[in-house]
């Protein structure tokens, strides 16, 4: 199954949350501010994030509730 290139999972991140690469933003705060009502300009600018961001996150969601496999392209081993 095809797994979301920038999305990273690694156990001393945020407890282990789906974050989006290269940031401690996880993909459920992303979510969490489309579900508020946030736009992606507003998102963009509260977060420091990019449009390409955003839709990597609803991607991996999406995938998930398909139920792709979801596990991180780009994660850390847990120790």
């Not at 797994?3 to 705060?29: H, L, S």
């Amino acid at each position: 199954m095809k797994m979301q290139k920038g999305i990273v999972v690694d156990a001393k991140v945020r407890f282990g949350k789906p974050t989006i690469a290269g940031t401690r933003i996880t993909v459920e705060e992303v979510l969490g501010a489309l579900a508020s009502g946030m736009d992606f300009v507003e998102i963009q600018k509260e977060y420091g994030l990019n449009r390409e961001q955003i839709k990597t996150a609803v991607r991996y969601v999406a995938g998930w509730i398909k139920g792709e496999e979801t596990k991180s392209y780009e994660s850390s081993p847990r120790r």
